[in-house]
């Protein structure tokens, strides 16, 4: 994994990925050291962000390294016309990893090919956001004490929702089995449907969660992506298609948790988050050790 970008959760085997969750492990046990001495990360964030930025700059300044970046657009020379060519390779000469948000798909993968240094992808538009599913890997083990043979629900905007296209191709490695819930217009689309059919991997697709959540492992919120529709009429039909209330939760599994990659509008009622099975708060800290281990792994630092 050393010096090797990380754009698709697809470049990492399904041993890489066990192996990141195990390092991360590591890091909760020992979250602040001083591995990351003399090397800067650079966090180019071209569209908003609370939780990925800043856990990936918890994670560094916890390991004593050092950030430099901006946190929108505007704030960089590309608001005067500067091509994301020019700016990768400029912030290639003044860190040893990029760590990138873009809302253009493949936009990451582009700057991994101009880069001189590995790139990390933090959400490319609504195609991948990998170390989003790292993290959520690491919150599902933790909470079913195995990844293999799960029931995962997938609730609200399976179309645009980047997380989601990346964990399902991660859980695919560990022969779960997917529940699509999602309003008619934000299905999930055709190409993971036969990406598990490839697989050979259950999966259904409803429209109704009340009837089948007693089966559910893991249920995993979306909220519905509002900066991907081109018509605000529109969004605004579809918003609160899906909201899991703490009445619903009567019928499910006691090991059950739920999880969102947050931020939550209004998918998941407040009422739910004292409940036991709320654990979204927890998985957007366990983002703090899973990136130390991501960002360990890929300068050398760990092995
Ligand atoms: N989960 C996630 O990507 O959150 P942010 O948009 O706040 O980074």
Redesign the pocket.
Known sequence: MQNRSLISINDYSKEEILHVLDLAGEFEQNPSRDILKDKVIATLFF?????????FESAVNRLGGKIIGFTDSASSSSIKGESLKDTIKTVSNYSDLIVM?HPIEGSARYASEVAMVPVIN??DGANQ?PT?TLLDLYSIRKTQESLDNLNLFIVGDLKYGR?VHSLIMAMAHFNATFWFISPKDLRIPLEYKLFLDQRGLKYYEQRDISDVVSEADIIYMTRVQKERFSDPIEYERIKNAYVLKSNMLQDTRKTMKILH???RVSEISTDVDDSEKAYYFIQ?LN?VYTRQAIISLILGLKN
């Open positions: 569209e908003p962000s609370t939780r990925t930025r800043l856990s948000r933090a959400g956001h989003q997380t990659p947050l931020p957007a983002g």
